[in-house]
């Protein structure tokens, strides 16, 4: 059974970093495409930041130069580093994992709240 468990979420001020990580119980991690998406209450989820099996990079322009994201496929764990986080990052953070490429996910953690304050 597919687990994908999200942590590091927290409250913090406007300008701090954060670090969210992602371990999936998964068979074969390394041939997975991993997202991070957010949820914001009364808005849609959206897409934040995706690695791919190869290990590239892409990004929504909100975050673009302050978030970064990784994986360890020894640790079957993918991480969304964040720094100068703004109030407007505050959300639910949701770990996805998918078996293709970009875009389509099969499989999803619960989230962590990321809380930012000013």
């Known amino acids: 059974q597919v687990q994908l468990v999200e942590s590091g979420g927290g409250l913090v001020q406007a300008g701090d970093s954060l670090r969210l990580s992602c371990t999936a119980t998964?068979?074969?991690?390394?041939?997975?495409?991993m997202a991070w998406f957010r949820q914001i209450p009364g808005k849609e989820r959206e897409f934040v930041a995706v690695?791919?099996?190869?290990?590239?990079?892409s990004y929504a322009d909100s975050v673009k130069g302050r978030f970064t994201c990784s994986r360890d496929s020894a640790k079957n764990t993918v991480y969304l580093q964040m720094n100068s986080l703004k109030r407007e990052d505050t959300g639910v953070y949701y770990c996805?994992?998918?078996?293709?490429?970009?875009?389509?996910?099969?499989?999803w953690g619960r989230g962590t709240q990321v809380t930012v304050s000013s």
């Open positions: 996805a994992a998918g078996p293709g490429g970009y875009g389509a996910y099969d499989y």
């Open positions: 690695v791919s099996r190869g290990g590239g990079t």
């Open positions: 998964i068979r074969a991690f390394q041939s997975y495409t």
